[in-house]
């Protein structure tokens, strides 16, 4: 069974610009999970989407942005990028959002670089 | 708000060790625990979780008890190995929610 799989892996962006990122999740699962990486910071949630619903946010700017699609891949957005937001995003799909389903399963994640 | 608390490291043991990475976490409700791994250049990997008080997780030779009364975690090996080089993440998830969130990772460094 495929995993969590995030494109691109690794992207290099220019401040001011804008990003996409991708998620496709396992099969069967519902919903996605948005986390940002960094070394200062550590592992810091951004938003989770169930049935092309977000049904969470972390504590980011608006420039995060994010949606899914009825297949229940996600996508997520940064719009004017800053230098902090280089880091690693990693995207995570489970089966549902509550209960016995909320196992977390992780893709290898998008290394940004914004210069 | 929920926040877990793991250990600075690195940790550098020598192969055959003992490991503990001390986790602790506070919360309101009753959080599921879990133990996640980083490999160099991956994902997060689940290694085990615990649903409940008194639970034992276990997975790969490691073993985490959900303790209440202390509100800890703690990750023990008894032998590790050089290839469990890794980022070790205690996390929680509270009352059965998917939303994760994370200690600061600890750095297992294993030598020959």
């Known amino acids: 069974k495929a995993g969590v799989t995030q494109t691109p892996r690794y992207l290099i962006k220019t401040r001011g610009q804008q990003v996409t990122l991708s998620c496709s999740p396992i099969?069967?699962?519902?919903?996605v999970s948005w986390y940002q990486q960094t070394p200062g910071q550590g592992l810091q949630f951004l938003f989770e989407?169930?049935?092309?619903?977000?049904?969470n946010k972390g504590n980011f700017p608006g420039r995060f942005s994010g949606r899914q699609f009825s297949n229940s891949r996600s996508e997520m957005n940064v719009s004017t990028l800053e230098l902090g937001d280089s880091a690693l995003y990693l995207c995570?799909?489970?089966?549902?959002?509550?209960?016995?389903?909320?196992?977390?399963?992780f893709g290898q994640g998008t290394r940004l670089t914004v210069v | 708000g929920d926040s877990v608390t793991q250990m600075e490291g690195p940790v550098t043991l020598s192969e055959e060790a003992f490991l503990t990475i001390n986790c602790t976490y506070t919360?309101?409700?009753?959080?599921?625990l879990f133990w996640y791994v980083q490999y160099p250049g991956e994902g997060l990997q689940l290694l085990l979780k615990?649903?409940?008080?008194?639970d034992k997780g276990s997975n790969k030779g490691f073993e985490a008890t959900y303790r209440k009364e202390t509100t800890s975690f703690h990750l023990e090996k008894g032998s590790v190995q050089v290839s469990d080089s890794a980022v070790y993440f205690c996390?929680?998830?509270?009352?059965?929610?998917?939303?994760?969130?994370f200690g600061k990772g600890t750095m297992l460094l294993v030598s020959p």
């Open positions: 995570a799909s489970s089966l549902g959002l509550a209960g016995a389903n909320t196992e977390a399963f």
């Open positions: 099969s069967g699962h519902r919903s």
């Open positions: 989407y169930f049935s092309e619903t977000q049904r």
């Open positions: 919360a309101t409700g009753y959080p599921s």
């Open positions: 615990a649903t409940k008080a008194d």
């Open positions: 996390a929680l998830s509270d009352q059965g929610y998917s939303t994760l969130t």
